[in-house]
Every structure is written in C-alpha cells, then in structure tokens.
C-alpha cells in the first residue's frame, strides 16, 4: 500500500487536544505546513480552571493561560469547520473556504448541554461563559445549578464562595456516579455545612416563567434564582462530519491509535476512543490521546495508548484526584484516614481486577497515586 506523504496537515480544533497534536507532530519531525482551525477566537487555555480559579471573585484572572504555542502553525480562530470530503481531502468552513490536506486530526471537542433554548439557562464551557458567570456572581445573587456531577458542584462551590444562597438540582447524590457513595458523602456534607440546599429528584426540566428560567422536578415543584446554571453534560461536535461518512450511528469512533481513516485520527471530547468507543471528556485523556493519535497520522507503527484516567476537582474546601475506571462501587480499602472524613486515601478493587484510587485532601504525587492503582505495589 502506498502511504501518501503527509506535506499539509490540518487540526480542526483549538483546544487542548490540538495543541498537543501540533506540539507533538513537531516533536515527531514533522517539518511540513500545519494549520489549526478552531470555532474560539481565543488561544488554547486550561478549560479546568473556568469553574476553579477564574471563578473565585479574588481569584487569579490568568489561571486559565497556557504557555505561547511554539508549533508555528497556521491557526484560523473563531471559525468553524462545517463538512469534509474523505475522497477529496478537504474541509469546508463556515465562510465557504475550503483546505486540502494530505493528514487530518480531528479534535472539535465538545459543547456544554442545554435543557432548554431559553436565554437565561446559562452554561459553563468556554472562556467568555466563565468571564460572563464571574460576573454575575460578583453580585451576589441567589443561584441554582442543575447538575451534580464535577462541574456542577465546582459552579456551586465557586457561588458559595462568592456569597450567593445556592440550589443544586441532581437526579442523584451529588458526585455518586463519578465517585462513588463514600467519596459523594464526605463531598455533600461539606457543601451543605457552607450552606448549599441539595435537590435530588428523579427527573429536571428547564422551563419559562414569564421572562425568567425555572427548573421544575418530577414532583412538580419548581425552582426560580437570579441565575440559573446548566451543568448537565457535554455534547461532541460531529454535526460537520455527519456526511464524511466518518461516523457510525452518529458517533466519532476511533482504534486504540487514535485513526478513523486512512489520513485522518481523531483526539479528544469529540470521539469515542479504542474498544467500546468510550469517550472520556477529561482534560488529562485528551492531552494523551492527541499525542498518540499525532504519532500515528506520522507513523504506521506507533503503539496503541495504554492510559489510566485521571481527573481532579477541587470543591467546598476539598481538593481530591481520582485515578483508574469510575465510577467506583461499594466500600473502599482505606490506604490513609478512616472512616468518612478526609484527608483519606481510598482504594476500590474492580471486578476485573483493575483498581482505583481517590485521595482527599491528600498530598500524594501523581505517579504514586497511579502506582497505587498496581497490585504489585503492595
């Protein structure tokens, strides 16, 4: 089989994932055009620190700033892609351009969900979400958030600290389906000692009153604010390449090397990754996988990604960092602490063997959490 040398290659995403592509190919030896698109107008940034630093009212305004880019590429911000031509090698773009490539990465990401297409659902996502939430917090108003998982208890924490009364809506136990019970408990009791009314309910829905947004719960009650926060998911950016041909039931899929097709690998929040298609929108997956799926666009026999997942959240006084598969299930091993206070150091045994580890306010290395993730580290 022929290999078609790779002279231009575009990255159609400007975040995390397609800085580390750039940054990887150039540390691979490619020495050819590079063009980056991305629907931002702004450089790559440090998404975590949206709901962590930048939301704090006393906290550090460029927390979210990476390094300068030093790839060299071309980059065409603020601009999307919407169509690919797999036979023809190239990519439209919204202002009716079009670029050919010889190799393409894929790295479009993800936006936040929505319930609802009234204006005041607010959502947290991109830079300008974060700037325009901060903002509104600093007025102090009353605030629900519809969601308990990671970002929905970091938007709460965030408003907590900013003075304003907090409603957090789930449709379980905060945290629980990431972290398990155990974790989920010590993390709730903290949010409701600073004051956070927690709502579980089977099911939410965002509805209009009058000219305000209203969560409304299964049971019929409904919850007005001054704000009103969505944090209920994130939905991969496919819609450009759903006549590509790319995408099986409408999904982005991609092996364990990252390739979709010849010529074109995918990274990030946008795709769902080797056995199972799995997408894992965290922050570390997608700086890992955009550097395998580099290596293999430049390389046939790069080696597949073996990668162990890891996130970290800081909320309600607690900073804590999980490494291996989640959610976990039932009592963990305590390694450090006891009971159900922190700063602990837990450990869960998965049904296939493969463990996992959740410190809490534990100052513990990361290669040491993942180590302790070994059995052989006993």
């Not at 970002?151 to 600290?161: F, K, Q, R």
């Not at 298609?277 to 580099?294: C, H, Y």
């Not at 006084?317 to 039932?330: F, N, R």
Request: with cysteine.
């Amino acid at each position: 089989m022929t290999v078609r040398a790779l002279e231009r290659i575009v990255v159609v995403g400007g975040g995390i994932a397609g800085l580390t592509a750039c940054d990887t190919l150039r540390e691979r030896g490619f020495d050819g055009e590079l063009i980056v698109v991305g629907s931002e107008p702004h450089a790559a940034y440090s998404r975590p620190a949206l709901s962590k630093a930048l939301l704090k009212l006393d906290g550090d305004l460029a927390a979210h700033e990476l390094a300068p880019a030093t790839h060299g590429a071309r980059e065409i911000r603020g601009a999307s892609a919407v169509g690919l031509d797999v036979e023809r090698r190239t990519i439209s773009l919204e202002d009716g351009d079009e670029l050919a490539y010889d190799g393409l990465i894929i790295a479009s990401g993800s936006r936040a969900k929505r319930l609802s297409d009234h204006p005041g659902e607010l959502t947290l996502r991109g830079l300008d979400d974060a700037h325009a939430l901060r903002n509104r917090l600093a007025d102090r108003p009353d605030v629900v958030v519809l969601g308990g998982g990671v970002l929905g208890m970091e938007i709460a924490s965030g408003a907590v600290a900013a003075g304003c009364r907090v409603t957090l809506i789930a449709t379980s136990e905060p945290m629980s389906r990431q972290l398990g019970a155990h974790v989920s408990g010590i993390l709730t009791r903290s949010a409701r000692e600073r004051g956070v009314r927690i709502v579980v309910t089977a099911s939410a829905s965002v509805d209009a009153d009058g000219e305000r947004p209203v969560v409304r719960t299964s049971d019929g009650s409904t919850y007005g604010s001054d704000v009103l926060v969505s944090a209920v998911g994130d939905v991969p950016n496919t819609e450009w390449l759903r006549v590509s041909g790319l995408l099986t039931g409408g999904r982005l899929l991609a092996d364990g090397h990252g390739r979709v097709a010849p010529g074109v690998v995918a990274a990030g929040d946008v795709t769902g990754w080797g056995p199972g298609g799995v997408r894992t929108p965290l922050w570390t997956s997608a700086i890992e996988q955009a550097k395998a799926a580099a290596s293999a666009l430049l390389d046939p026999e790069a080696r597949a990604l073996r990668f162990q997942n890891y996130f970290w959240t800081e909320q309600f006084g607690h900073s804590v960092k999980a490494v291996g598969p989640l959610p976990v299930h039932g009592s963990p091993e305590v390694l450090v602490g006891g009971g159900d206070a922190a700063p602990a150091l837990l450990r869960w045994q998965g049904a296939d063997g493969i463990r996992s580890v959740i410190s809490i306010d534990h100052r513990i290395p990361i290669p040491r959490l993942r180590r302790l993730t070994d059995a052989a580290s006993d």
